[in-house]
């Protein structure tokens, strides 16, 4: 079948002779092209995997970036609500304060009012009751 001559770089096969030599060095040079290509290979897969994990790192810092937007406006929200709150309540303590005070004026000007209109009352009666009590003394006969 095949015979391999001592010291020599021959290959005999089926009487057919295959030099050793060229064909280890043809071997040795594709399989050397064949490493050079699984490096560029392997170089590439590097680089797309330091791209992919570039990328992710900015999506990721994207995502924080908006997580804290997000809560910031939250906090602002929040922060706005409290101050229209207190302004809601100033407000309402404003008009309380108002309608007290309306209140309170309204009971003195009734006072007010009621007295002015007792004092008319006992002018009035002071000044008919002896117009009256004279008439009476002049309508009863035998006086």
């Known amino acids: 079948m095949y015979s391999l001559e001592w010291n020599t770089p021959v ?13 280890v060095d ?8 064949q490493w050079k290509e699984q490096q ?3 170089e590439d ?6 791209n992919y994990q570039a990328q992710e790192r ?3 810092s994207v995502l924080i970036s908006s997580q804290q937007l997000a809560e910031q406006q939250v906090q602002l929200m929040r922060e706005k609500a409290k101050e229209e709150l207190l302004v ?25 009012y009621c007295r002015q209109l007792q004092e008319i009352c006992d002018r009035i ?4 009751l002896p117009m009256l009590a004279a008439e ?7 006086v």
Do not use: F, W
């Not at 290959?11 to 064909?23: A, C, F, G, H, I």
């Not at 043809?26 to 092209?33: A, G």
């Open 58 to 60: 900015r999506i990721a």
């Open 26 to 33: 043809v071997l040795l040079q594709q399989l050397h092209e």
């Open 88 to 112: 809601q309540e100033d407000k309402r303590r404003r008009v309380e304060r108002a309608t007290a005070l309306m209140l309170k004026q309204q009971k003195e000007s009734k006072a007010v």
């Open 40 to 42: 560029q290979e392997l």
């Open 11 to 23: 290959l005999t096969v089926k009487n057919k002779k295959y030099y050793l030599k060229d064909e």
């Open 45 to 50: 897969c590097r680089e797309a995997l330091a």
């Open 136 to 142: 009476e003394a002049e309508d009863e006969p035998g």
């Open 125 to 128: 009666q002071g000044e008919l």
